[in-house]
C-alpha cells in the first residue's frame, strides 16, 4: 500500500487497539521485556509509541494480528539465521520485531531480484535481497555472488549520481535451491531514516567464475522504490558534543556527534586543512586529501573507549570528506570518522574518549 494508506491503517489499529493509557503500557513493557530500552511516554498520541515496544511480549499480546501483519513482521528472525547466522545482531532485532518486508521483485535478462525487506538500527540499515539465476552452468559454478547498488533519494538518483558510489554485498548461494543467493547489504542510513521514499538501484551483478561466458560481471537496471517506517529500524542514541577537541600534527580534529547504535559507536570529527604545515599552502584540499588521511588513519588507530571500566579499541577507520565550496559547513571544514564496538549508551554510567595521555567525557 502506499504511504498515506499504510500511515492511515496503523493509526486506525493503534486508536482501536491500544485501550490502556500510556503508564500502563510502559510497566508492561518493562516487565516483559529487558532488550528493548528506549521507551519514551513524551507524547499523549498513542500511535507515537508503538515503534518503541512492538515486538516485546507485551506488544503482542495488545496488538491484533491487523497491526502485526501490517507492519511486515513475521518468522523472519528464523530465516535470517539459516542464511546469515554469523550475524546475531541483525538476528535479534529482527527477533526485537524492527523491520518491514518490501517484498518488490523484478526480472531482467536471467536474473530475477528480489528486495525482500529491511532492518537494521538508525546507523546501520540492512536491506535483504533474493537472487535467482536463470543460468545452470553460471549457478553450478559459483557459491556466492556480488551485489552491487546505489542506496538514494529521488533527487540525488536523477541529479547527481556521480557524486556518489554503489554500496556492494555478496551473497551465499542457498543450502537447497542451487541457483539462489541470499543477499544482506548495507544501506544508506541518510535517506532511510525519514520516513521518505528511498530508490534502491542494483545495476550489477558479479561472480568469481564465469567459464562459459568469460564475462564476470553482469549490468542490469533494477530500482526499487520503497518507504522505511521509523519502527522497522532499531533506535540509536545519537549524542552531539562541542569542546571536545584531539590534536595531532598541527590539525584540531573536533568531535561533533556520536551515534551509539547496535553494531558500533560512529564517532565524526570536522577539522579545518587550509593554514595547516600538512597542507603546505595548498587551498585544493583533493590535492593534499592522501595526506590528511594518512595522518587521520595513523593518529585514529592509538584512540581508545573506556566505557564503565571496559576498554575498547578502533574498530574502523574513515577516508576524509571536505565541503571546499562551503554548502554544507563552512568553506575549508572538512569531515572524517571512525567507529568503535557497539556501546549501550543508556545502559552505561561511564563513557571516555583516550587519546594519548589525555581523556574526555563522553558520559
Not at 126 to 144: P, S
Not at 192 to 203: D, F, G, L, R, S
Not at 226 to 237: C, M, N, Y
Request: net charge negative; aromatic share 12%.
Amino acid at each position: 500500500m502506499n504511504e498515506n494508506k499504510y500511515k492511515k491503517a496503523i493509526d486506525d489499529v493503534c486508536e482501536k487497539e491500544f485501550t490502556i493509557t500510556g503508564a500502563q503500557m510502559l510497566e508492561i513493557a518493562k516487565a516483559a521485556s529487558q532488550t528493548e530500552r528506549n521507551i519514551t511516554m513524551t507524547s499523549t498520541k498513542k500511535k507515537s509509541i508503538i515503534g518503541k515496544i512492538i515486538g516485546t511480549a507485551a506488544a503482542c499480546v495488545i496488538v491484533s494480528s491487523t497491526a502485526v501483519s501490517a507492519m511486515g513482521y513475521g518468522p523472519l528472525g528464523d530465516t535470517f539465521r539459516k542464511f546469515f547466522g554469523k550475524d546475531k545482531t541483525t538476528a535479534e532485532i529482527i527477533d526485537d520485531g524492527h523491520y518491514v518486508d518490501i517484498n518488490q521483485e523484478i526480472t531482467e535478462g536471467i536474473f530475477t531480484v528480489k528486495l525482500n525487506s529491511v532492518t537494521g538500527d538508525n546507523s546501520s540499515p540492512k536491506l535483504l535481497f533474493d537472487v535467482t539465476v536463470n543460468d545452470k552452468v553460471l549457478a553450478e559454478k559459483n557459491d556466492r555472488i556480488q551485489l552491487f547498488a546505489y542506496i538514494l533519494d529521488e533527487e540525488r538518483y536523477f541529479n547527481k549520481l556521480d557524486e556518489y558510489a554503489m554500496w556492494d554485498a555478496y551473497g551465499e548461494k542457498d543450502p537447497e535451491i542451487n541457483n539462489l543467493y541470499h543477499v544482506c547489504m548495507d544501506g544508506a542510513s541518510a535517506f532511510m531514516i525519514n520516513e521518505e521514499e528511498v530508490i534502491t538501484a542494483v545495476k550489477c551483478i558479479s561472480f568469481e567464475s564465469d567459464p562459459e561466458n568469460r564475462k564476470f560481471d553482469y549490468d542490469v537496471n533494477m530500482e526499487y522504490r520503497f518507504t522505511v517506517p521509523d519502527e522497522a529500524l532499531k533506535d540509536t542514541s545519537l549524542e552531539w558534543y562541542t569542546g571536545i577537541t584531539l590534536s595531532e600534527n598541527g590539525i584540531d580534529y573536533n568531535l561533533r556527534y556520536a551515534e551509539y547504535g547496535s553494531y558500533d559507536t560512529l564517532m565524526q570529527f570536522n577539522y579545518a586543512f587550509k593554514g595547516t604545515e600538512l597542507a603546505g599552502g595548498e587551498t585544493d584540499y583533493y590535492k593534499v586529501i592522501d595526506k590528511f588521511d594518512a595522518q587521520w588513519h595513523k593518529y585514529a588507530g592509538t584512540l581508545k573507549l573506556i566505557a564503565d571500566g571496559n576498554e575498547y579499541t578502533v574498530k574502523e577507520i574513515g577516508a576524509s570528506y571536505c565541503d571546499t565550496e562551503g554548502e554544507a559547513i563552512e568553506a575549508g571544514t572538512c569531515s572524517t570518522w571512525l567507529s568503535f564496538p557497539s556501546i549501550d549508551y543508556t545502559r552505561t554510567d561511564s563513557i571516555e574518549l583516550i587519546a594519548g595521555d589525555k581523556s574526555y567525557k563522553l558520559k
